[in-house]
């Protein structure tokens, strides 16, 4: 890590995806709960990939490879992928593929499941003369300073700040960077992710870090996640994209949080068991407050209408 206060970028991509970055060198699965790591969120992407005519999934950012796991059981015969720059998990099921690129065509389905929100981006702060300016860091102390003017379109158009003080995710790259793995679909692309929309940014921006399921000081020194939610309005422009809140296209995908009904417990007590559990995983994905607050950018390259009501 440098020893200099370095763009919010730099340090931030460093922090994620050097050598000694903090996903190369961590599972996600021990510092926080996702979708993937929901059992019944598997069955609504195999649902979606029916859908879809998939020969393919493709998990980008696929993390420990848990959902892909899941997938091999509800979609035989279809090929699945992960892309992570992280080592391929031990004891990944040999017909799984396991590669640090994107492929160049994908029939079928992309899922990138809370990946944009550590793509880095530019940080800038609003200064006394109302002028954007970068914001630079200390790596190793997470300590601020102000940098050089920072004339952006992207933050004209999508986040516009009137007051000194206030902060922006400069969200230009993360359009590029879906842009680019949507054009590579011949099918579904779906980014899932926390997001904001233009009406309602957070006025301070929202970069923060975690560990071992925790929130703790936000530092890119390699150690802990950065992550910082998505301008989802700006993805979904960017890709011609749909967007949906996650307990919508869940429900539109036969996930379903009700509970079984009581008498099944009498006439089938090992069936109501298992049904219960499915229920409380839905619950868990449709919450309100929590996952079920998750934005989806969904596009239908060949006009599928995969998740049409």
């Known amino acids: 890590m440098s020893d200099r206060p370095l763009p919010w970028h730099d340090a931030w991509e460093r922090a994620l995806y050097s050598e000694a970055g903090f996903f190369r060198t961590s599972r996600p699965a021990d510092h926080f709960r996702t979708n993937a790591h929901v059992g019944a969120f598997a069955g609504a992407v195999a649902e979606l990939a029916r859908r879809a005519g998939a020969a393919t999934v493709v998990d980008l950012g696929a993390g420990g490879g848990e959902l892909l796991t899941a997938l091999r059981a509800e979609l035989p015969g279809v090929r699945l992928t992960g892309v992570e720059l992280a080592h391929r998990p031990e004891g990944l099921a040999d017909d799984i593929e396991w590669r640090d690129t994107l492929p160049e065509r994908i029939d079928g ?52 700040m009137t007051e000194p003080g206030q902060r922006a995710e400069v969200g230009s790259a993360r359009d590029v960077v879906w842009a680019d793995a949507v054009s590579r679909v011949h099918g579904t692309a779906v980014a899932i992710d926390y997001g904001h929309l233009r009406g309602d940014r957070p006025p301070f921006g929202s970069l923060r870090s975690y560990v071992d399921g925790r929130e703790v000081d936000v530092r890119p020194d390699g150690t802990r996640d950065v992550t910082a939610h998505v301008a989802v309005d700006a993805v979904a422009h960017a890709v011609g994209g749909t967007l949906l809140r996650q307990r919508e296209a869940l429900t539109r995908l036969g996930v379903d949080g009700r509970r079984p009904p009581l008498d099944l417990a009498h006439r089938d007590p090992t069936a109501y068991v298992r049904a219960l559990g499915r229920a409380g995983e839905a619950g868990e994905l449709l919450a309100t407050g929590g996952l079920g607050d998750f934005w989806w950018i969904v596009t239908d390259t060949l006009g599928h209408g995969t998740l049409a009501p």
């Not at 990946?115 to 530019?122: H, Y």
């Not at 790596?139 to 158009?157: F, Y």
């Open 109 to 160: 389905l992309l899922v990138a499941n809370e990946w944009l929100d550590n793509v880095p981006c530019d940080v800038v702060e609003l200064d006394d003369h109302h002028v954007p300016r970068e914001l630079l860091v200390d790596p190793a102390t997470g300590e601020e300073a102000l940098g050089d003017p920072h004339g952006s379109s992207w933050l004209r158009t999508w986040w516009p």
